[in-house]
């Protein structure tokens, strides 16, 4: 069974940084899979942050290039994002999702919620 469990969210100042993790399990081909980080706030669809190919080629929203990094450890089978210079329209419950290579399955996590206010 796989599961995605996000962490490291949290309420910020404007400005501030925040690095959320996501943990996988029970995935066969981790490493191989195309991962991504997705955002959605109050009232808006869900939209695409940031994602990164199994051979590691990473692309970004506009809105987030230049501040927020995806990384990855397929070793230990988990995601990063690093989050700087946030910003109050950066608020969002925000979700990791792999599409598993081989299959083309999506998962997802529960989210975690980022607030950025002063």
């Known amino acids: 069974q796989v599961q995605l469990v996000e962490s490291g969210g949290g309420l910020v100042q404007p400005g501030g940084s925040l690095r959320l993790s996501c943990a996988a399990s029970g995935l066969l081909f981790f490493s191989s899979s195309s991962v991504g980080w997705y955002r959605q706030a109050p009232g808006k669809q869900r939209e695409l942050v940031a994602t990164?190919?199994?051979?590691?080629?990473?692309d970004y929203a506009d809105s987030v290039k230049g501040r927020f990094t995806s990384s990855r450890d397929n070793a230990e089978k988990m995601l990063y994002l690093q989050m700087n210079s946030l910003k109050p329209e950066d608020t969002a419950v925000y979700y990791c999702?792999?599409?598993?290579w081989g299959t083309g399955i999506n998962y997802w996590g529960q989210g975690t919620q980022v607030t950025v206010s002063s």
């Open positions: 999702n792999i599409e598993s």
């Open positions: 990164m190919t199994g051979g590691g080629t990473t």
